[in-house]
């Protein structure tokens, strides 16, 4: 008989108890699943009537890693941890179904079964090194004792998920289906019946040569030695202790390695970037449809990078410039990318051919008659391509500026690359919610990151050109820019740093202090942002920066950093430097309302969205 029990369902099937996780979006491992899971086992070990037991999901994926939101909460009993461990020590066969993507945590899960099998097109993963900290479930543990060091190693410090045929090949899984994979995990559970499986805890596969276990930690800890984020070091630490200590020691040592990361500054910033991407792809117009986009427009020699990126992407391209030398020069500019991509290996001759197939350049703009979006890289091209393009075609400027009062405002959108990684789709007061979405189904579809803002947009490049503006400024107050470029470049924003000699004088600001200073301009500015409605919210100011200027995704982002640091601290210093400089630091009138009330820019975020569905 079925049973539905919150996020876990039970289904029997003679011998066998089937596990089917059921919390949706992404099955994440959150506490209400964790305790479902951990009564699901007691009941199973204790039933006489059940043999084995499967563990498999709905939806989409199995578990797709811990539920972060619960990090730097009080824990609540059963951790993850201890979950795995329960798993393990059943004495009946538990077996792993995997099916999407098994990552963190519920890869951790995976592992404490003892078998697994996944559908070809899943993927494994132990990403925790790109929100600072390690996997804390057991992870450096039960991995290096299967797949050995070098091959653990590389999956935790790159992060990088592998598909399930390789991860049959390391030795994580037992078995891989093309399909059908709940028939074929069933069968396998019926199999392992009355069986007793070594525990992945009492595995060594992955140990047999110790020589070269250590040779691998050796080599990962030269590479980490300097490293500016701390995690990888001690995921090689812990690492090295799956073969040195008892696993009940070792798991001791993770998890104490786990809760040290997870309090440092760096990994509050990366989860805070985590969350910021997240948000940023909420769009008030969620609910609204994507029109078809078979073809694609460009308008401008402008917009050849735009054209080539779509190419990439597979669509039909139609690229127009009334202006037969540019023209030419745009369509070389396409080319010689290409044939770059071709000697580099990116690309095979077939695929440039194949591209350069789609690609149709004209001279006017008639030929943008059967175009669905077009990009319109020349402002003084608009008029033409409005009228040649179909009714309903959206207009997605690529240039600055506001949109402009249009018959076709409805049509009309910004879309801005920025840093070559992040769209940012600039939607005026008339712009259709179908056109907004259209700009953005096109945009992923070229493999950009999508940011929304009101008209006229230009979020990261405002906020990096008032950062500039104190660094000029304090150039101009005679500060050293060794001193200044060496307290950017120590922060993590070389791009920001002025050209120097390596040497810095005794005399002169602190590094804090310059830091200070020009990352409260680019808050001030970011908070003037939000009071004219630009932003939606504080973290995607941070989105921005970190995707698109590259500001490090471990210090968050400037809005971050001002509520890590405290608004009524910021409060002081901009009155203080806002009298030398006011251009720079006058205080945007948000700053003083949310100090005023001890709030956050956080805060302010999450009272402007209020009323806005997610995506």
Known sequence: MDQQAGPLRQERHGAVLVLVIDAPPVNALGHALRAALWQAIEVAEADATVGAVLIRAAGRTFPAGADISEFGQPPRAPQLPDLCDRIEACPKPVLAAIHGTALGGGLELALAAHARIARADAMLGLPEVTLGILPGAGGTQRVPRLIG?????????????????????????????????????????????????????????????????????????????????????????????????????????????????????????????????????????????????????????????????????????????????????????????????????????????????????????????????????????????????????????????????????????????????????????????????????????????????????????????AGRAAVTHLLAQGEAPARVAGALRGFGLPQLAPEAAAEAPETGASAGRIIAQVLSAMANEGARLLERGIAQRASDIDFALVAGLGFPRWQGGPMFWADQRGLLILRRDLAEWGQEAPEIWAMAPLIADLAAQGGHFADHAAQAGSGQKDA
């Open 149 to 465: 060091a070098e091959q653990a190693l590389r999956l935790m410090l790159t992060g990088k998920p592998v598909p399930a045929a390789e991860a049959l090949a390391l030795g994580l899984l037992d078995g891989v289906v093309e399909d059908g994979l709940e028939v074929a995990a069933l069968r396998l559970a019926e199999g392992l019946v009355g069986r007793r499986l070594t525990a992945t805890r009492d595995r060594r596969e992955g140990m047999r040569d110790g020589a070269a276990y250590q040779a691998a930690v050796a080599a990962a800890r030269l590479a980490q030695a300097g490293a500016r984020l701390p995690a990888g070091a001690r995921i090689v630490d812990c690492v090295e202790a799956a073969q040195l200590l008892p696993i009940e020691q070792g798991m001791v040592f993770e998890r104490a390695a786990f809760a040290d990361l997870v309090a440092t500054p760096e990994a509050a910033g990366l989860r805070h970037a985590f969350f910021a991407e997240r948000a940023a792809a909420r769009f008030p117009e969620a609910k609204a449809e994507a029109r078809p986009v078979a073809q694609l427009g460009v308008i401008g020699a402008a917009g050849s990078d735009l054209a080539l990126l779509a190419l990439q992407a597979g669509c039909p391209v139609v690229l127009v410039e009334p202006n037969r030398p540019q023209l030419v020069e745009a369509l070389e500019r396409i080319a010689a990318a290409q044939e770059t991509a071709v000697q580099e290996g990116r690309l095979t001759p077939a695929a440039r051919d194949a591209d350069w197939e789609r690609l149709t350049p004209a001279l006017g703009a008639a030929a943008l008659a059967d175009s669905d979006l077009v990009l319109v890289a020349d402002a003084g091209l608009l008029a033409e391509a409005a009228e040649a393009a179909p009714p309903g075609a959206v207009l997605a400027l690529t240039g600055r500026g506001a949109l402009p009062d249009s018959p076709r405002a409805s049509d009309m959108i910004g879309l801005r690359l920025v840093g070559g990684r992040l769209a940012e789709l600039a939607v005026g007061p008339q712009t259709a919610p179908e056109a907004v979405a259209t700009a953005r189904a096109v945009a992923r579809r070229l493999g950009l990151l999508c940011l929304r803002a009101a008209a006229p947009g230009g979020i990261a490049g405002r906020v990096m050109l």
